[in-house]
């Protein structure tokens, strides 16, 4: 039987915020939230996923009229993008490949990251960069909590270890040439960008690994422990099935972006649009 997990950026936290977690959500792939989100939160993810789309159709090219976008909220939201869009000071000659997936080996698995906008292009010395977009339309993050965030370890790691694959002429991208702007909806002004070194990649790459092999172990062993923090618990749709209803309840954390549970068989291929 072929165990090989195709790891993204919510597989990896879910992992580590509680291994039972990660085995019912996508070993046995129970429903996840259990039960209905409210109303609100659900009219939220919507709206996020229509913005999401309709950036995508204008990096393909597609004509976008401000006024045939039935929600008010998506129209003000592409009126803010339209703005201050925090592409305008790369390279004119830069290729544009909007929802982009990159997957390349880590250990026995497959890491997986699928970005809103990768920009490739040459910087002023001829140098190759990448340079990933991400858009966001809820809540702002501090800049401190996104370098730490996964998905910023992961694409970032993503295009250190398999960037090769969008530049088969140059060889591997080094660290220094990757970049992730992350644009905030709320704060259209002020996008966060982050750079990458050597040295952070050496330490994304050698955790990244633990990871794997943690998961070999949990998954030989079949062995998948509970987390000791309840406040992880509060958020979990499988309360029930951990006898943790005593940790209170929350609205589980959700993504507008995030990706089905379904796996992804690319190797160090790049997906594009
Ligand atoms: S309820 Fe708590 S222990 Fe159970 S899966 Fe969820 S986070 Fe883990």
Known sequence: M???????????????????RFQLRYLRRLPWPATPLPEHTEQLLQQGQEF???????????????ATIPNELVRQWWQAFMAHSPIHQLPANA???????????????????????????????????????????????????LKSRW???LYLALLAEGGSAFWPQNGPLAPEQISLTYWYVQEAEA???????????????????????RLDEAS???????????????ECAYQIYCGRQGAGTAVPELDEAEEPDTPNEQLLTPELP
């Open 220 to 234: 030989a062993a079949n062995i998948w422990p509970l987390t000791d923090d309840w406040s992880e618990c509060r």
């Open 52 to 66: 999401h789309q309709l950036v995508e159709r204008y990096f393909l090219g597609l004509q976008i009229t401000p």
């Open 151 to 153: 998905q910023t370890r």
């Open 2 to 20: 072929d165990n090989r997990l195709s790891l993204s950026q919510y597989k990896l936290a879910t992992f580590l915020a509680c291994q039972r």
């Open 191 to 213: 996008p966060v960008t982050i750079g990458y070194s050597a040295a952070e990649h050496q330490a994304s790459w050698a955790e990244l690994q633990q990871i794997a092999a």
């Open 95 to 145: 290729r544009f490949l909007p929802e982009t997936g990159l997957t390349v080996p880590l250990g026995n698995h497959l890491l997986y990251g699928r970005f809103d906008l990768l920009v490739l292009g040459k910087d002023e010395g001829e140098r190759p960069f990448a340079h990933v977009f991400d858009w966001k339309t809820g809540r702002p993050t501090d800049t401190t909590t």
